[in-house]
Structures are given as structure tokens and as C-alpha cells.
């Protein structure tokens, strides 16, 4: 099957020399440019917390209804804890997708200030493992997103340490997203209608069945397998927004099995960096060609997301 994500490896920008840190710059940032997506090899997400955190997620989902009920808060917007089947809808459908998931954000340990910005994380009672694999998962990722957060700001011309005081203590999200098999034929919806999600960058490692699909330049499905080793990375709205439209926030969906394996379910995994909320989105000067306006007038990163919330139906 052709490949149509290209494949990157972080250690040359982590453990290389100039030249090789120099590649992996231009090799990340052209893809971002062209694509929106790339795949990661050597990312530095521990293989052992990630199939952990699959163990536990997938005991979670199995609880009965009643008992994950327990950890949807409401007034939370779906930002912590548990979201039912359905709630959550594309920004330009109406129609639910066919998911439940779970929700981990950031936690503070410095006693910077923003703490008082974010809901507290919803402790699970079982699996016991679940709430600590999640917190050290997210860790893992959020120390992988910097380190390409700084390549993408080289490749910018902005500095490599642009994103890090930005990203720091930033409203990331860890979820873990559940699909479950499919009993009857669907009136409309697919796994997940087709989005481009809202954050800086997306970190996925590989699901537990296939699905995802990335739509390209030409109005094309292409089906996105991330080999065993990699996690696939893609470009959020924000970092779209910030560049102009030079980076590409790629619309992406995951579709329904073929028939024979609707009673497979699929369990999968992202971790949506954001940035802190007071980060200014305004278009990058660098960005916006001479004479040429800026696509996009000023937000703040918190303005932005509450917006999109509202959009697909997780605030109201």
C-alpha cells in the first residue's frame, strides 16, 4: 500500500549533529506544509506505558453504562472525565459520532498560577492503574510534542524556544476515545465525521484496528496506517490559524469497518497539545505574504477554544 504520510525520525533532531537537526527541520516542516501529517519513529513515548494505558482503557469501556456514568461531570464541557456514546459531533454535522471516551488534562506541579484555570482530573476507581498510566502517558507525549514544536519553530525562523514557555502548563488533553462494535446499520453517522481537530498538534499513536483516512489536496480518502513503532502527528487549527494557512490543518475522519468487522471494536489514543489560553493566535508577520491581509483576525488560544466547543457540541 503506498504510503502517503511521510515518515520522520526524531532522534536526529534530539541526538543529531547540525546537519542531521537541520533535516529533520526541513524534512518535519515540509510535511506540515504540505500534508498537514507526518509519522514519528523513535518519539520517546515508552511502548510499555502506551500498551498499559490500552490495557486499562479497554477494562474501563467495558464497565457497565451505570458505572461509567459515575465519571461524566456535567458543566465540564467533556474536557475531564468520561463522555457518553454520541455527544460529540463534527463541527458541520449535526449527527453524534459513534464514540464514548475519556478525558485527562493538565497537571499542574510547579504552583504556577494558571491551576486555577483548570477543572480537576476524575479519578477512576477501576482499573486502579488507569488514572496513573494516564497521568505519566501524558507526560511522555507532552515532552515528545515539545521537542517537535521546537523543530516546527526553526523551520518558522522563530527561534527554537518560540513554543516552550507558551506550551508550558499548556490546556493539553489526553483521550482516550472507545468505538464500539456496531449492532445495526447506521442511519448516518461514521466513527468520527470528518474534522480537523482544534489544538496545535495532534500526537496518535497507533489504534487498535484501522479506520483513519486523510483527505488529500486532490478531494481524496487515503487511508492513514501508522506502522508498529510510530505515531502519526498532524497540525491542529491553532497552528493553521497562527501561520497563515502556510501550515495545513489536514481534514482527516475514521470510517466505519467493511461489514464482516462490525463487531470489532476500536480503542485509540491522541493527545491534543494546546497551548496555555492566554497565547495569542494573531497571525505570524512572517507569515502573511507583502501587501497581503492576514486570513485571520486576533484570538487567544482560551477565546479560540471555547468557540469550537460550542461548535461541536460539547459546550453549550
Known amino acids: 500500500m503506498e504510503r502517503i504520510i511521510p515518515l520522520v525520525d526524531l532522534d536526529l533532531f534530539k541526538k543529531g549533529d547540525a546537519v542531521q537537526r537541520n533535516l529533520f527541520v526541513d ?13 514519528v519513529v523513535n518519539h ?6 502506551v500498551d498499559g494505558f ?3 482503557s479497554k477494562a474501563f469501556f467495558s464497565l457497565p453504562e ?20 454520541g455527544k460529540e459531533h463534527a463541527k458541520h454535522s449535526e449527527v453524534g459520532d459513534l464514540k464514548e471516551f475519556f478525558q ?11 491551576l486555577s484555570e483548570y477543572p480537576e482530573n476524575v479519578k477512576v476507581e477501576f482499573p486502579e492503574t488507569f488514572t496513573e498510566l494516564g497521568f505519566k502517558l501524558y507526560k511522555a507525549f507532552e515532552e515528545s510534542g515539545a521537542y517537535l514544536l ?16 507558551k506550551i508550558h502548563n499548556g490546556n493539553s488533553i489526553l483521550r482516550a476515545i472507545h468505538y464500539p462494535p456496531i449492532i445495526s446499520e447506521p442511519k448516518s ?8 481537530d482544534i489544538n496545535l498538534i495532534t500526537l496518535l499513536v497507533g489504534a487498535s484496528s484501522g479506520g483513519l483516512q486523510v483527505l488529500t489536496k486532490s478531494g481524496e480518502w487515503m487511508d492513514a496506517i501508522p506502522g508498529e513503532q510510530e505515531i502519526v502527528v498532524n497540525v491542529g487549527d491553532m497552528l493553521q490559524r497562527l501561520t497563515n494557512n502556510y ?25 491534543f497539545l494546546h497551548p496555555r489560553s492566554e497565547m495569542d493566535l494573531s497571525c505570524l508577520e512572517s507569515c502573511i505574504e507583502p501587501g497581503a491581509q492576514a486570513g485571520y483576525g486576533p484570538i487567544t488560544a482560551g477565546a479560540y477554544l471555547d468557540e469550537r466547543l460550542r461548535e461541536i457540541g460539547l459546550k453549550k
Open 189 to 196: 453517522a461514521i466513527r468520527a465525521e470528518q474534522h480537523e
Open 247 to 271: 501550515l495545513v490543518s489536514t481534514t482527516h475522519r475514521v470510517v466505519n469497518p467493511p461489514r464482516q468487522e462490525w463487531h470489532i471494536p476500536r480503542l485509540s489514543i491522541p493527545f
Open 27 to 39: 524534512q518535519l516542516g515540509k510535511a506540515f506544509h504540505q500534508i498537514g501529517f507526518v509519522g
Open 44 to 49: 520517546g513515548v515508552p511502548k510499555e506505558l
Open 150 to 165: 521546537r523543530a516546527i519553530a526553526l523551520y518558522l525562523k522563530l527561534g527554537e524556544d518560540y513554543f516552550d514557555s
Open 104 to 114: 485527562i488534562g493538565q497537571t499542574v506541579l510547579d504552583g504556577d498560577a494558571i
Open 54 to 56: 490500552y490495557t486499562a
Open 66 to 85: 451505570t458505572e461509567k456514568l459515575r465519571y461524566e461531570i456535567p458543566g465540564l464541557a467533556g474536557q475531564r472525565g468520561y463522555t457518553s456514546f
